[in-house]
């Protein structure tokens, strides 16, 4: 096999995997609201895609090399847990759902309410973590 032929075989596969866990992370999005998934895999599969579709990383971006490294390993991970934490036939309804999903156009209001609830969030936990100033 010939090197261009393996670089593209093997971005083949990455892009079809990086299909999978977006498809993974709205599957696991709707599990969190779905009567037949136990309370605890809709408490993870909540926090799981909101960290997945929010546009705020653990470790931001701009850092070289670690910045990448919670959206290669902890949402992967954090998706692999939740998939086996739900029944694999609901899984499997979910994942259906959400490729049917895939077709419709994008919420720019769902984006905006992610941005406000993690900013709500940032602002609630340094009104309660700043420290007093003395008088």
């Known amino acids: 096999m010939a090197p261009q032929e393996e670089t593209t075989g093997f971005t083949a596969r990455l892009k079809a ?3 999978e866990i977006k498809t993974d992370v709205v599957a696991i999005s709707l599990a969190a609201g779905d009567p037949r998934v136990p309370w605890h895999a809709k408490l993870v599969a909540a926090l799981v895609a909101a960290y997945a579709l929010s546009p705020i990383d653990l470790i931001p971006d701009f ?5 990448y490294l919670d959206d290669v390993i902890l949402v992967p991970l954090g998706i692999l847990l939740v998939v086996r ?4 036939d609901v899984m499997a309804e979910l994942r259906a759902e959400a490729l049917a999903r895939a077709g419709r156009p994008t919420s720019k ?7 406000a609830i ?11 973590f700043w420290p007093e100033r003395a008088s």
């Open 118 to 128: 993690w900013i709500a969030a940032l602002a609630l936990a340094l009104w309660a």
């Open 85 to 88: 934490l739900i029944p694999p």
């Open 109 to 115: 209001v769902g984006a905006a309410a992610i941005v």
């Open 17 to 19: 995997w990086a299909r």
């Open 63 to 67: 850092i070289p090399v670690l910045g």
